[in-house]
């Protein structure tokens, strides 16, 4: 028998999912502990899309530079249909996504790579023990403690399989190879033994066939169809013109899409007929798949020397209505939905499922946010999920040519659905058009005139005014622009000032600040935010208790006077923050207008929709729009703030 350990966050299960939950924690300072029962990460095939939103992600935690040099870009987007008398013809090219959505679009690289960046950016902080070679046995939850959130209600048997030493792979990247870097598989010492672990919260990403979704008794609803698919990452042999684009072949052999990826190499999704996706699974030949790509390729010519990964699958779009309980117990990832891979959401929906909660989960931990917004959880993902798998089932239609079997003239034909569904997978589909409902943690929205009084005080308090900023909505994720800073005109994205820390932003747009009016509103938001009884300065001052100032609220002012015409040190102090050590932080005034350098500076105001009387923006520390209010509503701010701390922080006294 081994030890009891004690752990704040215990995550079963290392892919995607719960690598972006480990991200989290490691980044909070807080003590988790990650288990996977395999001896290594994902080393080749499985999801290779990343969508905008993603890299959005990878890169609030630092992690998108190396990936989006190392993947390959999807820029373009090409329609092939056969002909009735079998001639194959490119109907269309388009950009792959709708520029301006994000700095970022739709890429390819293995998910090997992903969670490689990832399980190195969670060994590289300390706090989160990774446990390799490891499943759960037993599940036992206290329910007379589940309340107490200082308590350890969920006791869970673990047992390793796990015996030294462990092969070292070298991180050779040739195809085919093992492209495994991480050289240790358990960092633990507890290898062979079995372990009881007490954990406030569990974060179950154990994949599809999730064992802690079965010993919860819960189900994934929903169907398999009998449409069988074949995946290939090959490098091809081809006269194909638009090998390095994505591409949509239809004809009446079948269906195909092909996706450019890293080192030339090609992933390939082609329709079975059943007997052979029968063959396939017998044999278990790469070769048997690519004899139905020559087949739909034809007249071009589509063979390879090489193929790096192949498998077979039916298509299954399944949900789990129940993704969080009693704020102690969450799913994730594909243990909660699951759905053919054509779409290219899995591994992005997966991570941003727990890119969802694991600040949540930090906040608690931390004691800086009260418990009950881990609700928000289930009521902001269970609806991506669902619309998820909605699309997945428009996108399988639309690609499936085994439906169109009674209708000749219709091979090669795009419908209208399809091609819409196509465009939404890489706007809203890819987490970048997600906007969640009123909620604790996104203040309801009432129409309200900039400037205008507020029918009552109630209102006033706690509504968010979308008119002040009409082009950006509480709920959504803020988009970026490009943002020149005040003291040395250094261009940035507004994003890059907003990293995954656990920290909220208070954005205020402060509009022309070379007008007085303005200035005085400035300087009255000194008056009220600045001051040590205020909620923003007791929450930070909590905040800096914990490690890592989760949930505390940093402040930047956003304007579009004319930069040189406003000098830093008559700004308010709130702006310009000093300490004795540090000097003064030049971070925190920023300006929108054009760079010396770069294009696409100066369009903040006018792409957001802002007004003349500005206005003022809560983040959330995933980025997401909790609050919009005028400039004035400090107290609408506070009230919004105070209903989500916990309780003996409200008062000023205890902060
Ligand atoms: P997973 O990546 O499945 O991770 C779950 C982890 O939990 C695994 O590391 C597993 O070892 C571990 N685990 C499971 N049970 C236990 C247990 N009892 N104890 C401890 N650890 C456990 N997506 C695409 O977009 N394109 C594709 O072509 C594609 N092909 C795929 C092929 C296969 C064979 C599979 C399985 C998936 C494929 N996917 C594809 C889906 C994509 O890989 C997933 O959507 C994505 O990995 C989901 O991430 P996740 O972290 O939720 O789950």
Not at 142 to 168: C, G, Q, V
Not at 326 to 335: K, S, T
Not at 425 to 451: D, K, M, Q, R, W
Not at 519 to 536: A, D, F, N, Y
């Amino acid at each position: 028998m081994g030890d009891t350990v004690r752990t704040d966050v215990l995550i079963v299960g290392a892919g995607p999912a719960g690598l972006m939950a480990a991200a989290w924690m490691a980044q909070t300072g807080v003590q988790a502990m990650i288990i996977d029962q395999k001896s290594h990460h994902t080393r080749c095939g499985r999801a290779d899309g990343l969508e905008s939103r993603t890299l959005e992600i990878l890169d609030s935690f630092g992690l998108a530079d190396r990936v989006w040099a190392e993947a390959n870009h999807t820029v373009e987007i090409a329609l092939w249909g056969g002909t009735v008398d079998g001639k194959l013809q490119r109907q269309s090219v388009t950009a792959n996504s709708q520029p301006g959505w994000s700095r970022f679009y739709e890429s390819t690289l293995s998910q090997a790579k992903v969670e490689e960046y990832l399980m190195e950016y969670v060994r590289g902080r300390g706090n989160v023990e990774v446990r390799r070679e490891t499943t759960p046995t037993t599940l036992e939850i206290d329910y007379d403690t589940i309340d107490d959130h200082s308590k350890f209600p969920i006791r869970m048997n673990l047992e390793s399989m796990a015996s030294l030493p462990k092969p070292y792979f070298n991180g050779m990247d040739t195809p085919g190879s093992d492209t495994s870097s991480e050289p240790y598989s358990d960092d633990s010492g507890y290898a062979g033994m079995d372990t009881v672990v007490e954990a406030k919260y569990i974060v179950g990403c154990d994949g599809a066939h999730s064992w802690l979704r079965k010993q919860l008794g819960l189900e994934l609803e929903g169907e398999s169809s009998s449409d069988f698919w074949g995946v290939l990452d090959i490098i091809p042999l081809t006269n194909f013109p638009d090998i390095r684009k994505r591409s949509i072949v239809k004809t009446k052999h079948g269906t195909l899409m092909m996706i450019p990826r890293e080192r030339k190499l090609v992933r390939i999704y082609v329709e079975l007929h059943p007997d052979v996706a029968a063959r396939y699974r017998e044999e278990q030949d790469g070769e048997v798949l690519m004899n139905e790509v020559e087949k739909i390729m034809w007249p071009y010519i589509m063979k390879t020397k090489h193929i790096d990964w192949s498998t077979a699958y039916t298509v299954g779009q399944r949900v789990c209505r129940k993704i969080g309980l009693h704020n102690r117990i969450f799913l994730a990832g594909d243990a909660i939905h699951t759905h053919s891979p054509k779409s290219g959401q899995g591994m992005n929906v997966s991570m941003q499922d727990t890119f969802n909660l694991g600040w949540k989960l930090a906040s608690v931990i931390q004691g800086t946010l009260h418990p009950k917004i881990l609700e928000t959880y289930q009521q902001e993902r269970l609806p991506v999920a669902e619309r998820l798998i909605a699309l997945d089932q428009r996108i399988c239609r639309g690609m499936c040519s085994r439906r169109d079997v009674d209708n000749e003239t219709s091979h090669g034909h795009f419908h209208e659905d399809h091609k819409r569904a196509m465009e939404q997978e890489n706007s809203s589909a890819s987490g970048l058009a997600v906007i969640y409902e009123p909620n604790l943690l996104v203040a309801s929205t009432t129409p309200c005139v900039a400037g205008a009084k507020p029918a009552n005080d109630e209102m006033a308090l706690s509504h968010s005014k979308r008119s002040l900023a009409t082009n950006i909505q509480v709920g959504a994720r803020i988009p970026s622009m490009l943002i020149i800073n005040q003291s040395d005109a250094q261009p940035c994205h507004l994003q890059q000032i907003l990293p995954s820390t656990g920290q909220w932003n208070l954005i205020i747009f402060g509009a022309d600040i070379a007008n007085p009016r303005q200035m005085w509103r400035l300087s009255h938001l000194e008056e009220t935010l600045g001051q040590p009884e205020s909620v923003i300065q007791r929450l930070n001052n909590q905040a800096s208790m914990t490690r890592r100032g989760v949930a505390c609220v940093g402040m930047y002012l956003v304007h579009c006077a004319d930069r040189l015409g406003i000098e830093l040190q008559d700004l308010p102090t709130i702006f310009r923050p000093w300490t004795e050590d540090r000097g003064v932080d030049y971070s925190k005034v920023w300006v929108d207008e054009e760079a010396y350098h770069h294009t696409g500076g100066g369009q903040l105001y006018k792409s957001f929709g802002i007004g003349p009387e500005g206005c003022m923006v809560l983040l959330r520390p995933d980025q997401h729009l909790a609050f919009i209010s005028d400039m004035d509503d400090v107290k609408g701010l506070e009230r919004f703030l105070m209903s989500i701390t916990p309780e003996e922080c409200r008062a000023p006294e205890h902060c």
